[in-house]
């Protein structure tokens, strides 16, 4: 089992940053890929961006330019970026964690953070 706990979400207003940090424990050796996903009320959870072991990054097209993923190897935890926020990032931002190289369908899931884009 692997646990996922997020932190760093708050309110921040729009044009603002914001880094949220995941911290992972358990069978961290199974892992493959970490990453974010988010949801905004009403709607699908909505992919953002993922690090592999090997350190290698993807993102999703909204997320390009703004948002950065990066860890912590020492610390087993990722962290996610966020730069010239938009009000439409507010969501509630999940962490998660698959034994394959793939987040389509996250094996965990971390409890999420909100964050609150404000003008």
């Known amino acids: 089992q692997v646990q996922l706990v997020e932190s760093g979400g708050g309110l921040v207003q729009a044009g603002g940053s914001l880094r949220l940090s995941c911290a992972a424990s358990?069978?961290?050796?199974?892992?493959?890929?970490m990453g974010w996903y988010r949801q905004v009320p009403g709607k699908q959870r909505e992919y953002i961006a993922q690090?592999?072991?090997?350190?290698?990054?993807n993102y999703a097209n909204s997320a390009q330019g703004r948002i950065t993923i990066y860890r912590d190897n020492a610390k087993n935890t990722v962290y996610l970026q966020m730069n010239s926020l938009k009000l439409q990032y507010t969501a509630v931002y999940y962490c998660?964690?698959?034994?394959?190289?793939?987040?389509?369908?996250?094996?965990?899931w971390g409890q999420g953070t909100q964050v609150t884009v404000s003008t």
């Open positions: 998660v964690a698959d034994q394959s190289r793939f987040l389509s369908y996250p094996d965990y």
């Open positions: 358990g069978s961290m050796l199974s892992i493959n890929t």
């Open positions: 690090i592999l072991k090997d350190g290698s990054t």
